[in-house]
């Protein structure tokens, strides 16, 4: 798993090392100004997040190799951008396109080999789950304080299992997905979906009389008024996510499982009946072990700071 991960941070290394050495031939910097900000876009950030994550001395301190792929990566592109803009009179202010490209990449490696140091777990737990419940529902797996990808690095789109067959429309393609039930974007279209059901509805006064006002905690503002129908979307939404929750739990009967997201924010309104439907459906429910499901303490702040310390 380790010779895994090194892989992988020199993949996210090269990655933004690309990322900014475009940057400064966008700039028309020199091969000098283009080594320079690959290198530092390379290394830095590897260095800010190590340091956040208490990972002393950074690793980007202790393998040569990482400055290496910097200067190499940075190198090719300087040189391959060279040739191709005096014989192919490749316009260079257009590479934003291909920069957020490797952005990206960089992201997404450094995403998953820092989270697999940044989440450390006592020996004593095997297997704990993650899901986030955001724009979309992620997920994250740990066994053995290692971060589990699965064998082509894709593994744990937990958002992605079906709880309504033939349901709504996801992104991905398929329809029932999970995170079009569960995500805070899903019970912001609810929650309008239910005010243009019910006019008389407090929801509307929260919004400002405008449904597009709506968001992930109006419900929760209004149910905690009174409203019935905020009450209903509540309760509705918190059913969909519970059967995600038993799902996966039936499924891995994972020490601990951890939900994270703006959606946490409202505490024992979501957490009391989510545990109480829980406890009623998994097929563990007479078992004396059973999972324990905790809120991420982060709460909705857990992505951002997550980029931070992964791949700036």
């Not at 992988?8 to 000098?32: N, P, Q, R, T, Y």
């Not at 503002?221 to 059913?239: F, N, P, Q, S």
């Amino acid at each position: 798993m380790e010779d895994v991960m090194f892989v992988l941070e020199l993949i996210g290394a090269a990655a933004f090392a690309v990322s900014g050495a475009m940057v400064a031939i966008e700039k028309k910097a020199d091969i000098f100004g283009v080594l320079f900000l690959a290198v530092t876009t390379a290394l830095g950030g590897g260095v800010i997040r190590d340091v956040l994550i208490g990972r002393i001395p950074p690793v980007m301190f202790v393998s040569y190799w990482y400055l290496l792929i910097s200067v190499v990566a940075a190198l090719a592109v300087f040189i391959d951008a060279y040739l191709r803009s005096e014989k192919y009179k490749l316009h260079l202010d257009k590479l934003d396109a291909v920069n957020n490209v490797f952005d990206a990449i960089g992201l997404a490696v450094f995403t998953v080999s820092g989270m697999n140091a940044a989440m450390p777990v006592s020996d004593n737990v095997i297997l704990v789950l993650f899901v986030g419940m955001c724009t979309g529902v992620g997920g994250g797996i740990v066994i053995e304080n290692g971060v589990y990808a699965g064998f082509n690095f894709a593994a744990a789109e937990l958002g992605h299992i079906v709880i309504d067959f033939g349901g709504e429309q996801c992104a991905c393609g398929r329809r029932g997905c999970w995170e079009q039930y569960s995500s805070a974007t899903a019970l912001t279209r609810q929650t309008r979906e239910m005010m243009e059901k019910c006019p008389d509805s407090q929801m509307w006064a929260l919004c400002d009389g405008k449904a597009e006002n709506a968001s992930a905690r109006t419900a929760f503002d209004a149910m905690r008024l009174g409203d019935k129908a905020g009450a209903e979307v509540v309760d509705t939404y918190i059913r969909y996510l519970a059967c995600g929750v038993v799902n996966l739990i039936n499924i891995f009967q994972p020490e601990v499982l951890c939900i994270g997201g703006g959606v946490c924010n409202e505490g024992d309104y979501l957490l009391k009946p989510l545990l109480e439907i829980v406890a009623n459906e998994q097929y563990s429910r007479h078992s004396v072990d059973k999972t324990a499901i905790k809120i991420a303490k982060l709460g909705n702040d857990a992505g951002i700071i997550g980029a931070a310390m992964l791949s700036l």
